[in-house]
């Protein structure tokens, strides 16, 4: 007859999917957070498999003196300081490629001012899980200019206090005691003269 006899309802289930979607945003949010804190704490930068610069942070450009734009599209010859030796590199590609491990390395660079800065460098080689094919680097570096020219000032005086002691061993008559005044220790000099 046409007539209204009830209604049919197919529902299905989204509870769970629901709360799928809530962890996973969730954990993107977290990523996202990670990300931010290793940018701004963090130099950055990403290549592709030849090694031409794709992705630079701020703290790449601040600490080398370089825009982002003269950056990217170069390749990171643009600082090197010429201080390591073709080995140096060729042992972080070894490591990179062919074992496929974060190589690590305190590096040496030169800013576009030409003063030269220190790095904790970290490299790790991209692949796509799918092919395995190279698709770049992927760097972190910490600054540690300040820490190395700090440990460069305190090995340069250690060497000074070393020449001096020298220079005065051989200058002078040297010789220890202990506290009941017996002689622990005589240079050359005390050896020589005393007979």
Same mark, same amino acid.
Do not use: C
């Given at each position: 007859?046409?007539?209204?006899?009830?209604?049919?309802?197919?529902?299905?289930?989204?509870?769970?999917?629901?709360?799928?979607?809530?962890?996973?945003?969730?954990?993107?949010?977290?990523?996202?957070?990670?990300?931010?804190?290793?940018?701004?704490?963090?130099?950055?930068?990403?290549?592709?498999?030849?090694?031409?610069?794709?992705?630079?942070?701020?703290?790449?450009?601040?600490?080398?003196?370089? $825009?982002?734009?003269? &950056?990217?599209?170069?390749?990171? /010859?643009?600082?090197?300081?010429?201080? *390591?030796?073709? #080995?140096?590199? %060729?042992?972080?590609?070894?490591?990179?490629?062919?074992?496929?491990?974060?190589?690590?390395?305190?590096?040496?660079?030169?800013?576009?001012?030409?003063?030269?800065?220190?790095?904790?460098?970290?490299?790790?080689?991209?692949?796509?899980?799918? $092919?395995?094919?190279? &698709?770049?680097?992927?760097?972190? /570096?910490?600054?540690?200019?300040?820490? *190395?020219?700090? #440990?460069?000032? %305190?090995?340069?005086?250690?060497?000074?206090?070393?020449?001096?002691?020298?220079?005065?061993?051989?200058?002078?008559?040297?010789?220890?005691?202990?506290?009941?005044?017996?002689?622990?220790?005589?240079?050359?000099?005390?050896?020589?003269?005393?007979?």
């Amino acid at each position: 007859t046409g007539a209204l006899t009830g209604f049919t309802s197919i529902l299905q289930d989204q509870t769970e999917t629901q709360q799928k979607e809530q962890q996973l945003q969730h954990r993107l949010s977290e990523i996202g957070e990670l990300y931010d804190f290793l940018d701004q704490a963090t130099i950055i930068s990403r290549t592709d498999a030849k090694g031409t610069i794709t992705y630079v942070n701020d703290r790449f450009s601040a600490i080398s003196g370089y $825009t982002r734009e003269e &950056l990217i599209g170069s390749n990171h /010859r643009i600082v090197n300081s010429g201080l *390591h030796p073709r #080995e140096f590199w %060729l042992e972080m590609y070894r490591v990179t490629l062919k074992e496929r491990k974060v190589w690590k390395a305190l590096v040496r660079n030169r800013a576009k001012d030409g003063s030269f800065y220190y790095v904790e460098t970290y490299i790790r080689a991209n692949f796509d899980p799918q $092919t395995g094919k190279h &698709l770049g680097f992927t760097s972190i /570096r910490q600054d540690q200019t300040e820490t *190395h020219n700090k #440990e460069q000032e %305190l090995q340069h005086k250690l060497s000074e206090i070393g020449e001096l002691y020298n220079f005065l061993d051989e200058a002078t008559i040297i010789s220890r005691a202990d506290a009941k005044g017996t002689i622990t220790y005589v240079n050359d000099k005390f050896s020589a003269i005393s007979g």
